[in-house]
């Protein structure tokens, strides 16, 4: 049998091997986010602002992105979000989703929407017209100019 530790010893043990399992957890969980770049555009609806529309950015290789967001503001402009507000959208191939409904009442604690306001042509990121590439650096989506003339898919 092997030297015996004494109690002193086991507990300064304990406690260094405490503080380096305390030491590696940042290391272990600190993954840094992907880099993303701005993107800004505009969503107009029969010649007028889509003001309070969603757009959101699907990455084509779902496994290889995340998804980006905006709300459409007063003017018709939007700044994406990915990880933070209007940080921008990852490099990459993109499915460009729009929807503008209406927030309905309460029932239970619950928000009830309403239709979409653009009959369901251009929320399905299957159906979608809408493709978008995001490079490094500033990124301007060509304004998208919808009405109520296009067939729905």
């Not at 042509?121 to 990124?139: D, I, Q």
Request: net charge negative; hydrophobic share 35%; aromatic share 8%.
């Amino acid at each position: 049998m092997g030297p015996r530790m004494t109690l002193d010893e086991r507990s300064h043990f304990l406690r260094r091997a405490v503080l380096m399992f305390l030491c590696l957890i940042p290391l272990a969980c600190s993954r840094s986010a992907p880099a993303v770049y701005p993107v800004r555009g505009e969503v107009f609806f029969n010649g007028r602002p889509a003001s309070g529309a969603t757009v959101h950015f699907h990455p084509v290789d779902e496994d290889e992105g995340s998804p980006a967001f905006a709300t459409i503001q007063e003017d018709g402009s939007f700044e994406l979000s990915t990880y933070g507000t209007h940080d921008g959208a990852e490099a990459g191939d993109y499915v460009v989703t729009i929807s503008w409904r209406d927030e309905g009442e309460k029932v239970d604690g619950e928000t009830i929407v309403g239709p979409d306001r653009l009959g369901e042509r251009y929320c399905n990121p299957k159906t979608s017209p809408h493709k978008m590439t995001v490079t490094a650096g500033e990124n301007v989506v060509p304004r998208y100019d919808l009405n109520d003339h296009e067939p729905i898919d």
